[in-house]
């Protein structure tokens, strides 16, 4: 399985060293696997090679000659994330052929790999199939669905829920040190366990105290939900009024997993476009405008929405189109209505934290969300998920303790501080139960565990906890 052994490299052969590719090549390579990208653009190699170490075979994804320079006959897994789908999936009965075991590709269509396509992985010797638009549209309709806070993420098979809250100038939690905080609200156990402080992300200790204007995520157990709700100050209202911005696949997507529990309207700037979403959505109410001028969002009604999503395939309309929104939307609502919330589609990562520290709810990445599905599955086994927090440079692990790794053999509160600066033991399945995790909790072996740690420390994670 996949990362048990240190004696050997794991080889990992990239195609397309483009959005999702480089992200994974970067954080397969800091973990220590062995990379090898085939790149045909000369501007992706350009960047790759000036930010990453990993080898890179300059030529096209068809080339077998390419293959042969980047010696596919010793790689372990085929990563296949070019922008074709059929190139992606033709390359996997390339490795089928030289012999690599596990291959993961890419793909746009639902004509493949989906549960009810025609051909399968199996019929196209594929091991795992990822949709990057597919799984973005579930997790934007899920964040709708769950109707409360800027956004909750729920892991261990959604027993616990990690909350995002804005900590305002009112908030119990504003000015005082964590520590202090979990003496004052002992009531259930939660967690701080991530501050986002304008574009910067902090794994917290006690010692550090929330601030005004902080984004943060809350940790706790789905049936302290209403508990957090209430402690934080979060509005509770149900958002049932839903405005998408582009109707290309992800927008288009979004209606339609929301077309039948809540009002949806799409504005779409190209005419074309937007008649063929009117006869596939019937649903939904089809919007022909720019939604990045304020009289397009007024005339369409926007004052009445209380989710704005912006999913066009541009960072800066997202992200100003969003902060229009927001503005407008805030002018217009009174307290009985509630805080409205605003989505945007950001495929810059370096634009995920700023997006939400200038005023946006949540902002989502394809690639990472894409990649974090490859990561898991490539750990598959002792690595259950991986989830980015939205708005912050961090991730929520769900994993198997090894036996006798370093994480068992003493209590959390006597572990090495070196640890406690990269992440945070949020939850421990113990005696049938998940608990949030505290100073004295001693971790076993193959026990359940769910940490959070910075985006690049995931190697330290597995180091900890032996996978």
Known sequence: MFGRSKKKSFNILILGLGGVGYYLAKRLQ???FSITGIESEAEAIRYADETIDIRIIKGEAMNIDCWKAAEADKADCLIAVTNSDATNMMAA????????PTKICRVRSHDFGMKDSILGARDLKIDFFIHPEEITSQEIASLIKLHAANGIIQVASGEVELMSVRVHEESPFANKALKDISRMYNQFPFRVVAV????????PSGSDELLPNDLIFVMANKVNHDNIIELAGVSRQTRQRVMILGGGLIGSRVAELLQDSVSV???????TRAEELQDSLPRVEILHGDGSVTETLSLAGLKDIDTFIAATGDNETNI???????NLMTSTQTKKDGESKTIALVNKEDYLVLATSIGLDIALNKKIIAGNEILKFIRRGKLISVVHLHGFDAEVVELVVSPNSPITKKPLSKLDPYFHEKMIIGGVYQKGEW????????????ERVIVICSSMHLKEVRKLFGI
């Open 93 to 100: 009965q390339i490795a089928d052929a030289f012999g690599i």
């Open 196 to 203: 986002a402080r304008g574009i910067s992300t902090i794994i």
């Open 320 to 326: 100003m189109s969003c902060l229009l929104a927001k």
């Open 30 to 32: 800091h973990e220590e």
């Open 265 to 271: 309207k799409l504005i779409e700037l190209d005419s």
């Open 435 to 446: 608990n949030i995790a505290v100073g004295d909790t001693h971790i076993q072996n193959n």
